[in-house]
């Protein structure tokens, strides 16, 4: 009953809107999508929905994305600091590739640093294991960025070799640096800060590996854990700067089935610069 009465309210606000002819492109794509995660999610998730529909009434994606731009550098500002994010960009623009990757893993600790950075020999001793097997065949050792070569946003000014992402989740802020100044192009992980007060571990830096690379989507992985067939952190980046986060043990297929569903995304990744986000 609470759906239905739920689905009602949506249907008279949008009535409204039509009526009064003020209802922009934007926010009827955006209604819509509320309608279909009403009936795939809870009523709950249905009640917020509609609150986000309010919120957003008349907005263009850009503009979402300019307000969530500037919530996203207030939690730089207030999480990181600006001397850091600004430290992470200049870091990776002025850097060589081995003194870059060198300077990551002293942050970890030397005893660490193998477990986290040794790329090749990781998927080389692992690819004989077993219990990983699936995991490693799907594994994109020479991947291309389509993502970054074919979206609006990522491209401009120009498409970057060495690229900054900031991606913000609820609880969550992530830097990932991309190497693409040569073959093999790498990923890393650089930086994770927790935005609430929770017992949760944030993780370190260390390498991830692509597992899709399309015009669409790129899905970054850490690597399983020992003994564990599958990673718990994945990473889905799409080309509107949609971000999602998963930490959870769950096989790829269910995490590529996942992105391919997902018709709207509350979470965004935005390229950094020395000052702040682009």
């Known amino acids: 009953m609470r759906k239905f009465i739920t689905f009602l309210i949506l249907t008279v606000i949008f009535s409204t809107q039509l009526t009064t002819k003020v209802y922009s492109a934007g926010g009827l794509q955006h209604f819509f999508k509320a309608i279909v995660r009403f009936f795939k999610g809870s009523a709950d998730d249905a009640m917020k929905s509609g609150d986000d529909l309010l919120k957003n009434m008349g907005k263009t994606r850009e503009e979402i994305l300019s307000g969530s731009k500037n919530s996203v550098e207030a939690k730089i500002s207030e999480t990181i600091s600006k001397e850091q994010h600004s430290l992470n960009f200049t870091t990776l623009k002025n850097t060589t590739r081995p003194k870059y990757i ?7 600790g030397a005893d660490d640093a193998a477990d986290f950075f040794d790329f090749e020999d990781l998927i080389t001793d692992s690819k004989s294991d077993s219990t990983n097997k699936g995991f490693y065949s ?93 990673p718990s952190n994945y990473f889905t980046i799409y080309n509107n700067q949609g971000f999602e986060y998963e930490n959870t043990s769950l096989s790829f297929d269910t995490i590529k089935f996942k992105s391919l569903i997902n018709i709207d995304h509350k979470n965004n990744c935005f390229k950094a610069t020395n000052q702040g986000l682009l």
């Open 138 to 230: 799907i594994v994109i050792l020479n991947w291309v960025g389509k993502i970054y070569r074919n979206s609006d946003y990522y491209s401009k000014p120009n498409l970057e070799e060495k690229m900054l992402l900031v991606c913000r989740t609820d609880s969550d802020v992530f830097y990932f640096s991309l190497l693409m100044e040569q073959e093999p192009k790498r990923a890393f992980l650089v930086e994770h800060k927790k935005l609430n007060k929770t017992n949760i571990k944030t993780m370190v830096n260390q390498e991830l590996v692509v597992l899709e690379d399309s015009n669409d989507v790129k899905i970054m992985s850490s690597f399983p854990e020992k003994g564990n067939e599958w």
């Open 102 to 108: 060198k300077k990551l893993k002293s942050n970890i």
